[in-house]
């Protein structure tokens, strides 16, 4: 945690950043998050979310929501739900109070869809004598959390530790 004050001549108002480290936000799409403002403020603050574009967010009705205290929250979603400007976007949350107003830094929010999946592996032909390659087939909406760790023929490992 990071605190970083900014006093007004009042020292008895000020305005700071509660987790100056949120910088990205991963969560899945069967759970939803809750996201706080990382930005506070005494006497009490005003908390708003915007796109990184400068656009103030607005409720989407069982899909997105600023609560009062300032915690942004993306409800859960089935994956024919995705929208990218919510469920794969750039935030920022600010926070604003007689002696001032800050803004936090850019906040990746992301969602992971959390569906079933398989991996699979299509037959080759090749010529005898000749290399034969084979690649493992992952769904592409899963495919950047996927790692190959390893190749197994009749159950034996053939390789560990390289991707597909
Ligand atoms: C600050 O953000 C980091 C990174 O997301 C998180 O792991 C940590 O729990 C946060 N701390 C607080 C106090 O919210
Ligand atoms: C803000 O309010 C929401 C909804 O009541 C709650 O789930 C969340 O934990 C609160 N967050 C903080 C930081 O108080």
Redo the contacts with the bound molecule.
């Keep these: 945690?990071c605190f970083f004050a900014v006093f007004s001549e009042d020292l008895r108002s000020s305005l700071y950043f509660?987790?100056a480290?949120?910088q990205?936000?991963v969560f899945a799409s069967t759970t939803g998050t809750l996201v706080?403002c990382p930005a506070a403020g005494i006497p009490p603050v005003t908390l708003r979310w915007y796109l990184a574009t400068g656009e103030e967010i607005y409720d989407v009705p069982g899909i997105r929501h600023v609560h009062p205290n300032g915690t942004l929250q993306i409800f859960p979603f089935p994956p024919s739900s995705f929208n990218n400007l919510i469920h794969d976007n750039t935030y920022y949350c600010t926070a604003e109070n007689p002696s001032g107003k800050i803004r936090s830094q850019d906040v990746h929010i992301k969602a992971v869809l959390r569906e079933p999946y398989t991996v699979r592996v299509e037959d080759q032909k090749a010529m005898r004598g000749n290399v034969a390659v084979f690649k493992c087939i992952i769904p592409s909406s899963v495919e950047a959390y996927i790692t190959v760790v390893s190749w197994e023929k009749d159950t034996v490992s053939l390789v560990s530790g390289r991707t597909t």
């Design positions: 945690v509660v987790n480290s949120l990205e936000v706080p």
